[in-house]
């Protein structure tokens, strides 16, 4: 999944985002409205945090923007502004959540983790494909009744799989939900973490189910088409 941090509070902004990338997730970093905005533009968040004061432009006209022009991310906004009217003015424009300053970093994570099952059609919390499990909210991915141990980044990748089963995903793909604006498209990074993956939930496995399809990318299915 990946998230979009824009906050002018350099420290929060870093603070954040250090919880985010423990938690599996990518994530991208700004700290003014008009920026913010850039990166909006440019690509398609999971979630957007929205700080509302913002130098250059102020997270409120960011966010009328952004719905404006057909952004449908979920956007958890970050104020120090704690009166009602201010909540009705934030959730009227199109924010999904707010978030009184100061706020515990949980709560922050729990409400980030809420409004992104909201966006999803199924509510979901546990995947399962053969005999892997996934469980969100739990981080535990068992196969065969075996539990793996997976690195934050190998987590990620695994849960963008288990959402898109039986599709063929590209590396671009891949790289755009796992991997940060910064991203090396030329690098083999996608296909190093695949190959860890797999040595992972395969290895010792009678059935392979993370499959290569050869000149477009790779397949989560458990049969062994190609």
């Known amino acids: 999944m ?17 919880h985010l990338k423990e938690e599996g997730y990518a994530v991208d970093s700004c ?7 850039a990166y909006i533009e440019a690509m398609r968040y999971d979630c957007v945090i929205l700080d509302w004061m913002l130098p250059k432009r102020d997270g409120i006209s ?3 923007e952004c719905r404006e022009n057909g952004c449908t991310s979920p956007v958890l906004m970050l104020t120090a502004r704690d009166s009602v009217m201010d909540r009705v003015s934030g959730l009227d424009t199109g924010a999904d959540d707010y ?26 919390t546990v995947f399962t494909l053969s005999d892997l499990t996934m469980d969100t909210t739990t981080h535990i991915v068992v196969r065969a009744g075996r539990k793996i141990t ?4 190998e987590y990620a990748l695994l849960e963008y799989f288990l959402r898109n089963q039986g599709i063929v ?16 498209y030329d690098s083999n990074v996608v296909d190093v973490y695949v190959r860890y993956l797999r040595n992972k939930i395969d290895r010792g496995f009678d059935t392979p189910l993370l499959h290569t399809v050869r000149g477009f990318g790779y397949v989560l299915r458990s049969d062994e088409e190609t």
């Open 99 to 124: 978030l009184v300053k100061p706020f515990a970093f949980d709560e922050l994570m729990a409400r980030i983790r809420a409004i992104m099952r909201r966006k999803e059609e199924n509510k979901q």
């Open 62 to 64: 960011v966010l009328k």
């Open 169 to 184: 995903l590209t590396r671009s793909q891949i790289s755009d939900h796992v991997w940060n604006y910064d991203f090396d």
């Open 150 to 153: 997976l690195t934050s980044k």
């Open 2 to 18: 990946r998230v979009l941090i824009i906050e002018d509070d350099m420290s929060l902004n870093r603070i954040i985002s250090k």
């Open 31 to 37: 700290f003014d409205g008009e920026d913010g905005l």
